[in-house]
T-cell receptor, first 112, second 113 residues
Framework: QKEVEQNSGPLSVPEGAIASLNCTYS??????FFWYRQYSGKSPELIMS????GDKEDGRFTAQLNKASQYVSLLIRDSQPSDSATYLC????????????FGAGTRLAVHP | EAGVAQSPRYKIIEKRQSVAFWCNPI?????LYWYQQILGQGPKLLIQ????????DSQLPKDRFSAERLKGVDSTLKIQPAKLEDSAVYLC???????????FGPGTRLLVL
């Protein structure tokens, strides 16, 4: 069974700080990795995708990928209360058909 | 551009009853996914369609769940009979053929009593 593991949190950070969210996965053949944000009672929304080792930046968000260690992380700089949500890590399984396996998510709470 | 549409938004039923959910993907999206998200967990793929064909239904409990996408556009997911453990949010998502970027609908929240 292919798995994606995340710390459930809550991760509590003060406004303006950097929030660091981590994810590990078991499928060594996976090539595509995604971070979704899910507000309470809402559906997941894609915020970042990453395919190559290293960092990818988009505004206040930076995704980091290390395939050798099988981990993906998401950094949120200058965290805002509006960033408070559950962040889901998703991994596309090797073998085709773009099947995503989701972690259980990390709940982030940004306090003023 | 309209997003993924789902209905109903909420449903409460008694165990052993049947229920159906409807999804209309983004126009032009060939791939449609149904996920089940239990409270506190990530979405779990139930079934994936490419046009009107099933490409993955390995985690669909086929003794009680069924899904169809007859004309390759909208889709229906049915549960019959429902169990208490089916209480969850049922999410529909769609993507362009060959794309890994999935767009989610608002979901249907099901409570089985």
């Amino acid at each position: 069974q292919k798995e994606v593991e995340q710390n459930s949190g809550p991760l509590s950070v003060p406004e303006g700080a950097i929030a660091s969210l981590n994810c590990t996965y078991s499928d060594r053949g996976s090539q595509s990795f995604f971070w979704y944000r899910q507000y309470s009672g809402k559906s997941p929304e894609l915020i970042m995708s990453i395919y190559s080792n290293g960092d990818k930046e988009d505004g206040r968000f930076t995704a980091q990928l290390n395939k050798a260690s099988q981990y993906v992380s998401l950094l949120i700089r200058d965290s805002q209360p509006s960033d408070s949500a559950t962040y889901l890590c998703a991994v596309s399984l090797s073998g085709g058909y773009n099947k995503l396996i989701f972690g259980a998510g990390t709940r982030l709470a940004v306090h003023p | 551009e309209a997003g993924v549409a789902q209905s109903p938004r909420y449903k409460i039923i008694e165990k052993r009853q049947s229920v159906a959910f409807w999804c209309n993907p983004i126009s032009g999206h060939a791939t449609l996914y149904w996920y089940q998200q239990i409270l506190g967990q990530g979405p779990k793929l139930l079934i994936q369609f490419q046009n009107n064909g099933v490409v993955d239904d390995s985690q669909l409990p086929k003794d009680r769940f069924s899904a169809e996408r007859l004309k390759g556009v909208d889709s229906t997911l049915k549960i019959q009979p429902a169990k208490l453990e089916d209480s969850a949010v049922y999410l529909c998502a769609s993507s362009l053929a060959g794309s890994e970027t999935q767009y989610f609908g608002p979901g249907t929240r099901l409570l089985v009593l």
